[in-house]
């Protein structure tokens, strides 16, 4: 109107450098496509987002990741990393796509699919855990080829037969690889992933037990949120509610998203937690051990040390770290049990 074109003449705008403001940008483009993804057909005005974000995790998450690749970087040859942080119940928290939003806006954390190596194994013992394995099940450490495929475990040397436990928390390559050749097959491996509500396309190739196929850490910590959950998958979500400027409701996850489903059997599940709480306490996890809590996780690290990964969880957080280079120039033997790990 007149009398709005007159008002902003009289007050015009002023440009506001944003450049030290600090935002959560990486979340909030995230959440813009969860928006388009949950609003209901037909809306077209603008909204009222409420977002899962918690600004202290935030802040605390892009912190820690800028201060290990400071500290660390250089040692390991390592310049970029990814964070996603969640609730056991899917209400992401914090999502940090790289360490700088203004050098680059391209998210890490949801759209780049990184091999998860190790990280990959809980996968295959939650198949095997299905299917009347038990965490003291024996099995043999020993040489292994899967047609023209032999692989090798990471220190070159075999244990004999050795507990599944002691295999996971270890992380020998060749017990999951027998598990998958021997007694369990690929596709039922890639139908458990999928029911988890990992997103993230699977390779289905034979090499993929041992971490080949790529992931974001956001479906990383979707996937382990079920070990956290004792076994249900709930809808991983970044907007908990839409309404209009007049505060009609239009969208509420709690009303409208799909319960939680059981995708894992309780026995199963807790087979896991037994193993995967031992990780961080006598396996290669160790650096992620917390002082105040128990924990649970697993390491990652993939061929010629290219990804370093660490997905972990308590009773009310999971987390995937992934730390790398964009270029994938391999790191210098970066683990995942170093930076990522811490």
């Given amino acids: 109107s007149e ?28 959440a813009f496509e969860e928006v388009k993804r949950v609003i209901p057909n037909g809306t077209t005005h603008s909204l009222v987002a409420r977002t899962t974000l918690d600004p202290d995790l935030q802040k605390a998450a892009e912190e820690s990741l800028e201060f290990h690749l400071r500290q660390y970087g250089k040692d390991y040859d390592v310049s970029e990393g990814a964070i ?5 119940n899917g209400a992401v928290r914090a999502i940090v796509g790289g360490r700088d939003y203004g050098a680059s806006q391209f998210n890490r954390a949801t759209k780049a699919e990184r091999q998860t190596g190790s990280s990959f194994k809980p996968y295959v013992y939650a198949v095997a855990m299905e299917n009347g394995f038990e965490p003291d099940s024996l099995i043999s450490d020993g040489p292994i080829s899967w047609g023209s495929w032999s692989p090798r475990n990471y220190g070159r040397s075999y244990a004999g037969r050795v507990t599944l436990t002691r295999a996971l928390i270890k992380s020998y390559n060749t017990v999951p690889v027998r598990l998958a050749r021997d007694h369990l097959g690929i596709d039922p491996i890639i139908a458990l992933i999928k029911s988890f509500g990992i997103e993230s396309p699977l390779n289905g190739h034979k090499t993929m037990v041992l971490g080949t196929s790529g992931m974001t850490t956001l479906d990383q910590a979707t996937g382990y949120s079920v070990f956290a959950n004792g076994g249900y998958a709930d809808t991983r979500f970044g907007i908990s509610q839409l309404s209009t400027h007049s505060a009609r409701l239009l969208y509420d996850h709690g009303r409208d998203a799909s319960p939680p489903r059981r995708v894992l059997s309780e026995k199963a599940a807790a087979s896991m937690n037994q193993m995967l709480i031992l990780v961080p306490e006598q396996g290669t996890g160790r650096r992620a051990a917390l002082p105040m809590t128990r924990s649970a996780g697993k390491t990652g690290t993939t061929q010629s040390y290219r990804d370093g990964w660490y997905v972990g969880y308590t009773g009310n957080y999971v987390a995937a770290v992934w730390l790398g280079n964009d270029d994938f120039h391999p790191t210098r033997r970066m683990t995942g049990g170093s930076p990522p790990a811490m």
């Fill in 3 to 30: 009398g709005q074109v007159l008002s902003a003449r009289l007050q015009p705008a002023t440009a506001v450098d944003r450049d030290g403001a600090e935002a959560p940008d990486y979340f909030l483009d995230w």
């Fill in 84 to 88: 996603t942080l969640m609730d056991t």
